[in-house]
């Protein structure tokens, strides 16, 4: 799904920080909180993947239907 994509998550973040101007300022705090949180989190895994150069599993097993859908950048094991 992409409810943990990044469009999700980094509208989930400016809608925190967005609601914190118009109506309660603890949420500025918060929703700053959550993009800082977020940005050092892509950013991180964004080298981490280029150091780890690990290849996405469809590139390594055989037989894999993809839909066509092919990822370019390399693969992270998030451990599930």
Known sequence: TNIGGAIVSISFCAALFL????????FIKIGLECIVALSLSHIL??????IVTRQRPFDKLIN???????????????GH
């Open 19 to 26: 609601y914190g101007l118009m109506y309660d300022n603890l």
């Open 45 to 50: 895994i964004h080298f981490l993947k280029k």
């Open 64 to 78: 894999v239907n993809t839909f066509n859908k092919f990822l370019k950048d390399y693969s992270f094991p998030s």
